[in-house]
């Protein structure tokens, strides 16, 4: 039983550059939620995708979308990269109240 | 003021000693907690839920109290394994499928 998976591992981007990152649910997970975590920081909440549409969304600016897919699947997309975009970005997928499970995490460097 | 606020750290310890947690949290309306393990570079991963009566996990004991808004997780008989970051997480619904607040995470080392 795979568990949460997300691609890229790792991703190097030039500022004003825009990325998509993936991600695979749990099996049996039906909603999925995205974070963000700077060096030395926890994780911030970026969003959190349930039925294919946006249920909740933490202090993230515009340029942070997502979309989630039939199958569950989700993608966050950032446009306009800044220096500060520079994190570690979690995906965590769960069903009903049972507890979050998270990705290993992309790892994206701005330059 | 942090919605979550933990421990700054960082906490050194020799094996076989006996490390207490402390986290605070701002918003009343806050309704399940937990502690996440995170490994250096690695994912965050569930170390276990709290509840107000306090529950145990072998050598892990976490406790809540509403009034004061406080967690803790004490850890027994420290293992060099234990050695990652505690982050105290707290979620405004019940369950855990609402967006998860986490604080700033507390480095453990255990030392031989």
């Known amino acids: 039983d795979a568990g949460v998976t997300q691609s890229p591992t790792h991703l190097i981007k030039t500022r004003g550059q825009q990325v998509t990152l993936r991600c695979s649910p749990k099996?049996?997970?039906?909603?999925v939620s995205w974070y963000q975590q700077a060096l030395g920081q926890g994780p911030q909440f970026i969003f959190q995708?349930?039925?294919?549409?946006?249920?909740q969304r933490g202090n993230f600016p515009d340029r942070f979308s997502g979309h989630q897919f039939p199958n569950y699947s989700s993608e966050l997309n950032v446009n306009a990269l800044l220096l500060g975009d520079s994190a570690l970005y979690l995906c965590?997928?769960?069903?009903?109240?049972?507890?979050?499970?998270f990705g290993d995490g992309t790892r994206l460097s701005i330059l | 003021r942090k919605e979550v606020e933990q421990d700054p750290g960082p906490f050194n310890v020799p094996e076989g000693a006996t490390v207490a947690f402390n986290c605070t949290y701002s918003?009343?309306?806050?309704?399940?907690f937990f502690w996440y393990r995170q490994d250096c570079r690695k994912e965050p991963k569930l170390l276990m839920s709290?509840?107000?009566s306090g529950n145990e996990d072998g050598r892990f004991t976490a406790q809540l109290n509403r009034a004061s808004q406080y967690i803790s997780l004490l850890i027994r008989d420290s293992k060099l394994s234990d050695s990652a970051t505690y982050l105290c997480?707290?979620?405004?619904?019940?369950?855990?499928?609402?967006?998860?607040?986490f604080g700033k995470g507390t480095l453990l080392t255990v030392n031989p």
């Open positions: 997480v707290v979620n405004r619904r019940g369950g855990s499928n609402y967006k998860l607040t």
């Open positions: 709290v509840y107000s």
């Open positions: 965590a997928s769960s069903w009903g109240g049972q507890p979050q499970h």
């Open positions: 918003n009343s309306a806050s309704q399940s």
């Open positions: 099996s049996g997970h039906d909603t």
């Open positions: 995708y349930y039925e294919e549409e946006e249920r």
